[in-house]
Each structure stands twice: as structure tokens, then as C-alpha cells.
Nanobody, 118 residues
Framework: QVQLVESGGGLVQAGASLRLSCLVSGRTRRNFFMGWFRQAPGKEREFVARITWSGGSTYYADSVKGRFTISRDNAKNTVYLQMNSLKPEDTAVYYC???????????WGQGTQVTVSS
């Protein structure tokens, strides 16, 4: 089983930056994917970004492309989401997830709140 613990959320003003971290522990799969998702109040959870743990290949939702950067530090077993130029519509609970494919995520963290004020 994989354990994921997110941190780094908070309350910021529009235009500011935040960096989320996700500490990965437990029995990870080979060649697994790490993803960031978010869920705003009253909305469905949506994909934000993903990265392959082995090769570092990344993919982003159009809504965050050019503003957010996903990265990983294999030595620290940590995945990051650098969020720049934050907008009020980025307000959500952000979740880290680990998956066996780019479309299937079996393990999830507890989430961290990001609130962007206008």
C-alpha cells in the first residue's frame, strides 16, 4: 500500500505562488504515475497535472498549463506542484495520487486546501 501526505496549501492573494508537496511512502509500483487533482466546492474532482516517476514525463490540464509545474525528487520520495500566477478559480482542495497508469489512480492523499483571494 502507498501512503501519500500533501502539504503546502494555504491562503494567498491572486497572482501569488504556492508550492505543494506530496511525500510518497510504502510499496510503490514500478513505473508508476503521480498526479495532482483538485476539487472545488460544488464541483467534481478534476485532473491538474501528472508525472511519471521513472522518466519525469509531464502532462498538464489546459487550465494550468504555463502556470503550474509538476516535478519529483526521487531521493526525497516527494512530488511537487509549483503554482504560479494563482487565480481565484484555482481555489480547491488539492489531492496527490499514485497510479498504475496515466488514467488510473489507486492511492490518494488526504488533500490540502488552497484558497486564492481576489
Amino acid at each position: 500500500q502507498v501512503q501519500l501526505v500533501e502539504s503546502g496549501g494555504g491562503l494567498v492573494q491572486a497572482g501569488a505562488s504556492l508550492r505543494l508537496s506530496c511525500l510518497v511512502s510504502g510499496r510503490t509500483r514500478r513505473n508508476f504515475f503521480m498526479g495532482w487533482f483538485r476539487q472545488a466546492p460544488g464541483k467534481e474532482r478534476e485532473f491538474v497535472a501528472r508525472i511519471t516517476w521513472s522518466g519525469g514525463s509531464t502532462y498538464y490540464a489546459d487550465s494550468v498549463k504555463g502556470r503550474f509545474t509538476i516535478s519529483r525528487d526521487n531521493a526525497k520520495n516527494t512530488v511537487y506542484l509549483q503554482m504560479n500566477s494563482l487565480k481565484p478559480e484555482d481555489t480547491a482542495v488539492y489531492y496527490c495520487a499514485c497510479g498504475s497508469t496515466s488514467q488510473t489512480y489507486e492511492d490518494w492523499g488526504q488533500g490540502t486546501q488552497v484558497t486564492v483571494s481576489s
